[in-house]
């Protein structure tokens, strides 16, 4: 399967508990965003990565948050101290190529409910 | 921001009927995209349209940039059809979400 690729697909936490999310983009796609999405709403963008490099921030990514490419390819959003209002689905997306438009791909999202 | 609006935000059709989904945005943009998303949350790509039209199968797509809308149709929708369709618009990068408009397509 050469699509983007999330893991897991459904997690169940506790709140207080922090949790990670992994994302593998489709090969050698160098943009890399996360995105939220809530139940009867469209997705709401999160960050985005050029790279290794996180270019971008929405104000949604409060500091319990963080996300990281390290080299480049995989990337992992990392949840701190769960809250109730974190349960959504975590959608991650690529695209191909350094130019400002471009079309992004989706992978299947991980769903998140903290109970 | 830009601001994406979709309309209608539902719609049920009778199999074989035909529809138009509506998506306004309120500045210029680069990219525009149609998804679907099935009932996994799996958000499908239909079109990557930032202007002009498009037609795949029973689908097709037009954006007037300058008038800041794009329309997607459906003719001959099936059940397969169903689900919730989202215009998505983009510049430097992110994309910007509409509501959705979602779809029940009735045997």
């Known amino acids: 399967d050469t699509g983007v690729s999330q893991n897991p697909r459904h997690k169940i936490t506790k709140r207080g508990q922090n949790v990670t999310f992994r994302c593998d983009p489709i090969?050698?796609?160098?943009?890399l965003y996360w995105y939220r999405q809530t139940l009867g709403q469209g997705p709401e963008f999160l960050t985005y990565?050029?790279?290794?490099?996180?270019?971008?921030k929405s104000r949604l990514l409060s500091d319990r948050f963080s996300a990281e490419r390290p080299k480049g390819s995989f990337s992992t959003l990392e949840i701190q101290r769960t809250e109730q209002g974190d349960s959504a689905m975590y959608l991650c997306?690529?695209?191909?190529?350094?130019?400002?438009?471009?079309?992004?791909?989706f992978g299947p999202g991980t769903r998140l409910t903290v109970l | 921001g830009i601001q994406v609006e979709q309309s209608p935000p539902d719609l049920i059709l009778q199999e074989g009927a035909n529809s138009t989904l509506r998506c306004n945005f309120s500045d210029s943009v680069n990219n525009l995209q149609w998804f679907h998303q099935n009932p996994w949350g799996q958000l499908i790509n239909l079109f990557y349209i930032p202007s002009g039209t498009k037609q795949n199968g029973r689908l097709s797509a037009t954006t007037v940039a300058t008038e800041r809308y794009s329309l997607l149709y459906i003719s001959s929708s099936q059940t397969t059809d169903s689900g919730v369709y989202f215009c998505?618009?983009?510049?430097?990068?992110?994309?910007?979400f509409g509501q959705g408009t979602e779809l029940s397509v009735k045997p």
């Open positions: 990565f050029q790279n290794e490099a996180q270019l971008e």
């Open positions: 997306a690529s695209s191909p190529s350094d130019v400002l438009s471009v079309l992004q791909f």
């Open positions: 998505a618009v983009g510049r430097q990068g992110k994309l910007i």
């Open positions: 090969s050698e796609h160098n943009r």
